[in-house]
């Protein structure tokens, strides 16, 4: 292959999209001065499925599984974002169980996401002990979601109106002894990390990030917090009662590599606290609204009740309708801020559905992170930001 | 969003973002609402660059971060829905003092579907700006860098435009090195 050079000599390198570094499908064109990254293009979209398109031919219903398929290490989360912007327009009751279950699963997803990326940046810059023990905690997550909805990670549980099914049997016992060993585990990724010498070099002061950049580029989520930005969602627009538990808003001050991983280490000491709030609070009760304009009838009902009957022939064919209006719910996943902006017609189809992936908008500080850096500190670089391509291209 | 913050029309009390850009732009804001808590307002593309610098700088405002910026089409719908034009490059603003959001909307004609790019004022909306452009064909007037993000370079067509025909046959890729040069060129 010949080499390319620019005007100044500097070498043009194409890294990705299937480089295994990249966390996916991101491709970088690099223009390289030595070692040094003189300018850095992200090229993007190798994962665009036209999610925001499929939706417009699916009922609300339906959609649900789409989003599984957005961030698909956070299903929960995107689950949840999109049940909310449907909810705020259908104005529906959720029950209490329902809210607290969700704040509990989104939790979780946010400990087994974190999990991944914490374990797999690790990888990246070789300490691949980490990457292993991390994915043994998030397997026994995804047991628990597996208990719920039949699948580890395409979970749909989360469904407009409440959940998809009960919490199962066993449930709050699989739930409590994950609780009960993760903070020791977490102290263990950090004896491998935190303090690690090797680790601490490769990731102090790379890829700082000013506050005043983060917040004009749009990031946010751990990234932004690690540049010293007090936003979270969870506290600032809360949903799903978030108000009502009692957890910290981690707040960095530097915004380098270091300070990202370590945000996201200390984030899932707080969600490991909030799991176990929302599990002493669980209430008794429905997990799905009543409304039977919006939520299936239980089968019991089908074999006695004609009305139940109808209910479930049109919601199975037709889907529930919402009525018109355009609504801009966001929710704090794992990744920052997870807006759905829906516009409805009064159909039973979205006439307009956008999500604001936070990966999407975290990604357009890279550029930014790696001029001037080595191009082996953008691999540190690209794990710290922590995108999912998934949700990038949608 | 929990059932208190349902479809409560604020006229008790008129909400203080709106109240502020009224003081401030009177007429020039064609209309203006609180739906869900969000104040939205539609503006004409001439004066969006004027409102979102002062709803960014205003002291008691403060919308410094822009979180989302799509594109969307009304075809055949803008009386049902309310809409002044076929197009709409709708902006979600947020105010970390306020803790709150706004909407901006610009209604574009089809045959004229132009607006003024805000990357000036937020580096943010360059990529939200490039995927508006790339899924319905609307034009940012001063980006830096407007070209397709999602879709391949040489696709036809504007996917999420309502009239959209997909291609019958499979798209055939294209992969040009000498393009490298030039993408890293024009910068991010």
């Known amino acids: ?321 919402v009525p018109a209006g355009e609504v801009y719910t966001s929710i704090e996943s794992p990744r920052g801020e997870l807006g759905v902006y829906l516009i409805a017609d009064g159909s039973s189809k979205p006439y307009r559905l956008h999500v604001r992936a936070p990966s999407f908008a975290n990604m357009q500080a890279l550029p930014v992170l790696a001029r001037g850096g080595l191009v082996a500190d953008l691999v540190a670089i690209i794990g710290s930001l922590d995108p999912i391509f998934g949700e990038v291209d949608r | 969003m929990t059932d208190q913050a349902a479809t409560e029309p604020t006229q008790v009390e008129p909400d203080p973002v709106l109240v502020r850009v009224r003081e401030e732009f009177g007429e020039q804001v064609l209309d203006s609402a609180v739906e869900h808590d969000q104040p939205t307002f539609v503006v004409d593309r001439a004066d969006l660059l004027r409102l979102a610098a002062f709803l960014r700088d205003d002291p008691e405002l403060r919308f410094i971060r822009m979180s989302d910026l799509c594109g969307a089409d009304f075809l055949d719908v803008e009386q049902q829905l309310n809409r002044r034009a076929r197009f709409e490059v709708v902006y979600h603003l947020h105010s970390f003092d306020l803790k709150r959001w706004v909407r901006l909307r610009v209604p574009l004609d089809e045959d004229d579907a132009v607006v003024p790019s805000l990357t000036g004022l937020w580096p943010a909306a360059n990529w939200f700006e490039r995927e508006a452009y790339d899924l319905f064909g609307i034009r940012f007037a001063g980006h830096p860098d407007l070209t397709r993000i999602l879709m391949p370079d040489d696709w036809e067509g504007r996917p999420l435009r309502k009239d959209y025909q997909p291609p019958r046959e499979p798209h055939e890729w294209s992969f040009n090195p000498e393009e490298w040069q030039q993408a890293v060129q024009r910068g991010s």
């Open chain 1, 1 to 321: 292959m010949a080499v390319r050079l620019t005007e100044e000599q500097n070498l043009v390198l194409n890294m990705g999209p299937q480089h295994p570094s990249t966390h996916g499908v991101l491709r970088l064109v690099l223009e390289l001065d030595g070692e040094i990254v003189v300018n850095c293009k992200p090229v993007i979209g190798y994962l665009h499925t036209g999610f925001e398109k499929t939706y417009e031919t699916k009922t609300y219903y339906q959609g649900v599984t789409l989003t599984d398929r957005m961030d698909y290490l956070a299903p929960l989360s995107n689950n949840l974002g999109y049940a909310l912007a449907i909810e705020a327009l259908l104005d529906v009751e959720i029950p209490p169980r329902a809210t607290v279950a969700r704040v509990l699963l989104a939790e979780l997803t946010r400990l087994a996401s974190h999990l991944v990326s914490v374990g797999s940046h690790a990888m990246d810059l070789g300490a691949m002990s980490v990457f292993l023990y991390c994915f043994r905690e998030r397997e026994r997550i995804l047991d628990v979601f597996e208990m719920c909805s039949g699948q580890r990670m395409m979970t749909s549980y989360i469904r407009p109106g409440g959940l998809a099914q009960d919490l199962p049997p066993g449930f709050e016992e699989a739930v409590r002894a994950i609780l009960e060993v993760m903070p020791a585990r977490i102290d263990e990724y950090e004896a491998l990390l935190t303090k690690n010498d090797i680790w601490r070099d490769r990731t102090v002061g790379i890829g700082t990030l000013l506050l005043d950049d983060a917040i004009r580029l749009g990031v946010t989520g751990p990234s932004l917090r690690a540049s010293g930005g007090d936003f979270d969602l969870r506290r600032d627009r809360p949903y799903c009662g978030y108000e009502e538990y009692d957890f910290q808003v981690i707040v960095g001050s530097r915004g380098d590599v270091y300070e990202r991983y370590l945000m996201r280490i200390r984030e899932m000491r707080e969600s490991v606290k909030i799991v176990r709030q929302a599990l002493d609070r669980l209430p008794g009760g429905s997990h799905i609204t009543s409304d039977r304009k919006v939520a299936f009838p239980p089968r019991s009902e089908l074999a006695t009740s004609m009305e139940a009957l109808i209910h479930h022939f049109k919601l199975a064919t037709e889907g529930f309708r």
